[in-house]
């Protein structure tokens, strides 16, 4: 009962993270595209609003250097406000330019009316007296940057609109212009958060979140300023959800996806074990064997054969072993499974060995098999009940059965005692070491196909098997290669000395029946494919 309930804890568990989890995967995905998307934006804006104010300093700098050589050495003559209107129709950034004395602007290119521009807001560190926020009187409504210079008196008017001006889209973001040294805004739409500046440190450009805002700042590399922008918090909320809104049917087609694959997996998982108790009863016929050859690679005859279960459910659905067989460790059903593998061995072989004195079948068993003190007993009363010769059974069990060895030694023993071979099975995949086999007593290596297959190739472990082939003989165990699928892979093994190999180059798992036929007909070598159609299982 509570391994029930754990089990149900766990699939509603799951079935909750099959919902939830696509849903929190579309939240992040958005959270993060959106901030990679507006991280960009504000660093375009930022570099823009600085090449926007490069080409201020640039036509400010002809203008103060095209004014400082008056023609006749007179301040606001009619021939130097004729020079100005010109600059000024020239320049696409300066709105004015004109002479400055105290707070007075004296004249400029609109003529030599005194215009009053207010007290300075600072002066710059090369010498340039800056009003910022100045009210024009032809423009009451307007904000402008007034730059003089301190000796000459040269003065240069600068809407901030002409600057700051950006997309309609972007018009709710904070954007300006700072004297970097000051720590001033020049202009600016918004506030400027001076943390921004600490965080900035000796960088030239930077773009982050700040809090739940994105900043960006590009510095000048020439003057002393730099182009800030902020995507505030909203903005930044706003643009996510708008993404994650968009990707919300991928988020709800995945979940719905994946709990679908889980409600499936749940149910075979949930009536496997009753199907399988079900296959295992004796009157029940829908697990079966098959048999793969066992060749001797000196003469390439058939001297045995492993006996692999395969089971086929209602309306011919094959159940692949490596499936079935977890569920049976799980549910604590490998008793059963060896018993249906013992009976359904009986029922099909017990003639046939009879038949063939000098024939061997083998049978898998499991860690739980090996862990009975009855084993021995077990598999003794069926070689006396089948009537076949000594040696027509043998066993083949995994490294991972050998881990307790004082426990399962005892029956190893007592398996060979009684004429019994035991073979280790995929050697070289668990955890089995040179010191595992000198201590337990068998009879035979399998080498894994893992192994085999590397053979010829320039995989990484393919010299792994010529170190396995020597262990073996070291030890005097004989060997099955499994899995030997090609002529280079058995030419290769015979020369090294193994004796025996299995595989699809010799022959597919066959029926009961193709195999004795095999063994009756030498030829049948020849034409593996028909004999085995309708028994075999790849």
Known sequence: MYLKRLRLFWVYLLALAAIVGPCAAVIYAARYVSASQQQERAASIAADVLRRTHRVSEQMRSAFAELGTSPDGVACSERHMDLMRRMVVRSNMLIDVGYASGNELLCSSFGDKPIDLGVPSYVSGVGNVIRIGVQHPLLPDSRLLVISDAKTGITAQIHEQSVLDVSTRDAELTVGVLGWTQQRALMARGRFDPAWRQWMGDAYEKS????????AIHRSPHYDYAA???????????????IALGLSPLGIATGLTLLWVLLQYTRQQSSMPVALRQALTPSNNDLFLVYQPIVDLQTDAFVGAEALLRWRRDGGELVSPDIFIPVAERHQLMRQ???????????????????????????????????????PGRLHEWVVNMAVHRGALHVEATERVFMDQDLVKRNLMALRAQGIPVAIDDFGTGYSSLSYLTRLEVDCMKIDKAFVETIGTASVTSHVVAHIIEMAKSLNLSMVAEGVETPEQATYLRARGVQFAQGWFFSRPLGIEALRACLADAACLADQDSLSTQASVS
């Open 208 to 215: 982050r979140m700040h809090g739940q805002t994105m900043v």
């Open 228 to 242: 800030f922008v902020a995507i505030p918090a909203s903005e930044m909320q706003h643009h996510w959800q708008r």
């Open 337 to 375: 499974v060896t018993d249906k593998v013992l009976a359904l061995l009986a029922r099909d072989a017990a003639p046939f060995l009879r038949d063939h004195p000098d024939f061997y079948i083998a049978v898998n068993l499991s860690a739980e098999d090996f862990n009975r003190a009855d084993l």
